[in-house]
Nanobody, 115 residues
């Protein structure tokens, strides 16, 4: 059974930092594209960042230079380091695992950026 468990969300002031973590189980982690998505109230879920098994990365334009996605295949973990956070980054952040036609989601972790 596939499980993706996110952690690390919370309340942070503008300009602050958070590090999200996602622990994966039930999959051959090293074979999966891992990604972080987010969904703000009243908006569609959007791809924030992704990382391939070979550690090639991709980011949505709005987070380039501020967010960094990384993975540790030995620990079955994927991370999202978020720096210089802005109020518009407020959302529920979801971990995603994808390979071929299969995809799985975590339960999400809330990130709130507010003074």
């Amino acid at each position: 059974q596939v499980q993706l468990v996110e952690s690390g969300g919370g309340l942070v002031q503008p300009g602050g930092s958070l590090r999200l973590s996602c622990a994966a189980s039930g999959i051959i982690f090293s074979m999966y594209i891992m990604a972080w998505y987010r969904q703000a109230p009243g908006k569609q879920r959007e791809l924030v960042a992704s990382i391939t098994p070979g550690s090639s990365t991709n980011y949505v334009d709005s987070v380039k230079g501020r967010f960094t996605i990384s993975r540790d295949n030995a620990k079955n973990m994927v991370y999202l380091q978020m720096n210089n956070l802005k109020p518009e980054d407020t959302a529920v952040y979801y971990c995603n695992a994808m390979r071929l036609s299969y995809t799985s989601w975590g339960q999400g972790t809330q990130v709130t950026v507010s003074s």
